[in-house]
């Protein structure tokens, strides 16, 4: 870890990045993300991180720079442990951490996977993901990706979520399914709904109930693996969430930090559950810590540069529905 004993100067601002069109789930439509971009300098290199505000969890850009600039006040040094005990998680923990991560990068010369102890980077199947709309028009989405994404993650509402899922289905019936309820099944039936998406090829769904809800999972049986996403934030989760689930979505976001959520997946395949490394919106920068750990996942959501009007450079590489280094072969 970087010695807390260095000095240690920060700095954070915001970015705006238009999204491409618009990006629609129940919750609503996002033409833009705003994104935090903080820098770390020790007088000799400098480290760079980007985190995405979890407006669900009334962030802000505002909010998180102003968090990052009290904490930077109060310590002249420190190191990723002491953002775990003295911050709490989100998106201005993960700038700060992940921004520490690449100032160790500088300082060593080490890519980040080695220095992580994470597995060497290979390309990796990612979701694209289908925004919320009427059938039609996301079985004309889905269509439009078929030729260059294998795995598709659609934006359900709880409305209308068999005829939506059957439309993407006919537009790309060779694809792989994930589909993302987003808190909106409190009142259905959980276990029948997840038996009608068999026939459809589903093979996970995220987030059927509310945060703090899990308990209505508790004698669902349902034949799709169940994930967890708002309502998992850390490895702390883990116990009250394993007995409700399958698997878990893991976002540096939500947890605070690549530091985080490598204690998040160690402790969840403890319990026996499968990983999802997904993302906000954002831009590469933001991705390639979460790349580094979806080494480990049995599936990845990191589209979110995709989804974007343009991105920062370097950017990852983006190719046959595979998410790469920029350097690496997408075979």
């Not at 010695?3 to 996002?30: C, H, Q, T, Y």
């Not at 259905?188 to 509310?210: C, K, M, N, Y």
């Not at 979110?304 to 046959?320: E, V, Y």
Request: aromatic share 6%; net charge negative; with cysteine.
């Amino acid at each position: 870890m970087t010695s807390p004993i260095d000095p240690l100067s920060v700095s954070a601002s915001a970015e705006r990045w238009p999204v491409n069109g618009s990006f629609i789930i129940s919750r609503g439509a996002k033409t833009h993300v705003d994104v935090i971009f903080c820098t770390i300098n020790d007088g000799r290199h400098s480290g760079i991180g980007e985190a995405t505000p979890i407006y669900y969890d009334g962030e802000t850009a505002e909010n998180c720079i102003a968090a990052i600039e009290a904490f930077a006040r109060g310590h002249d040094s420190f190191d990723r442990q002491m953002l775990i005990d003295e911050m709490p998680r989100g998106a201005a923990r993960n700038a700060l951490d992940c921004a520490l991560w690449n100032l160790e990068c500088q300082r060593t010369g080490q890519l980040l996977w080695r220095q992580a102890a994470l597995p060497e980077p290979r390309a990796l199947t990612s979701a694209f993901t289908i925004s919320l709309s009427d059938p039609a028009k996301m079985e004309a989405d889905a269509r439009a990706t078929s030729s260059t994404h294998s795995l598709l993650k659609l934006k359900l509402s709880g409305s209308d979520d068999h005829a939506r899922v059957a439309a993407v289905h006919r537009g790309a019936p060779d694809a792989r399914l994930i589909v993302d309820a987003n808190e909106s099944w409190n009142g259905l039936d959980i276990e029948e709904e997840a038996r009608t998406f068999v026939q459809w090829g589903v093979e996970l769904i995220e987030q059927p109930v509310s945060a703090g809800r899990d308990e209505l999972l508790a004698d669902v049986r349902s034949p799709i693996a169940l994930c967890a996403d708002e309502s998992c934030h850390t490895s702390a989760d883990i116990p009250r969430l394993a007995p409700f689930y399958q698997a878990v979505n893991i976002k540096l976001d939500k947890a605070g930090g690549l530091t985080e959520s490598i204690r998040l997946a160690d402790v969840a395949e403890q319990a026996g559950l499968k990983l999802m490394v997904g993302c906000m919106l954002s831009t590469s920068l933001a991705i390639r810590p979460a790349f580094a750990l979806a080494q480990r996942a049995q599936w990845v959501d990191l589209d979110g540069p995709l989804l974007l009007a343009k991105d920062r450079h370097p950017a990852m590489h983006f190719a046959g529905g595979k998410v790469m280094m920029g350097n690496e072969n997408p075979q």
